[in-house]
């Protein structure tokens, strides 16, 4: 059974930073790209960065420059760094693969920037 379990979400001025982690299980966890996407209140879940097994990173126009993903294959994780948030990044932060044609999502992880 696949996993994905997000952490690192919480309260931040803008201009702040976090780092979220997603710890994954239930696969082979280097084989496969992972994804972060996120889902603003009252707004579609969208799609913020991907890295493949060859750790070669895509990003959304929103993300190019300020998030970095990144992947630790020997811990089953994929990172997000978020640097200069801003206040549009408030949002709940998911994790997600797809293995074998189903999609896999975490619970999620909540940012919120305020001041």
């Known amino acids: 059974q696949v996993q994905l379990v997000e952490s690192g979400g919480g309260l931040v001025q803008p201009g702040g930073s976090l780092r979220l982690s997603c710890v994954a299980s239930?696969?082979?966890?280097?084989?496969?790209?992972m994804d972060w996407y996120r889902q603003a209140p009252e707004k579609e879940r969208e799609f913020i960065a991907a890295?493949?097994?060859?750790?070669?990173?895509t990003y959304s126009t929103s993300a190019k420059d300020r998030f970095t993903i990144s992947r630790d294959n020997a811990k089953n994780t994929v990172y997000l760094q978020m640097n200069n948030l801003e206040f549009e990044d408030t949002a709940a932060y998911y994790c997600h693969v797809k293995d074998r044609g189903r999609d896999w999502w975490g619970k999620g992880t909540l940012v919120t920037v305020s001041s």
């Open positions: 239930g696969f082979i966890f280097s084989f496969y790209t």
């Open positions: 890295i493949g097994s060859s750790r070669i990173p």
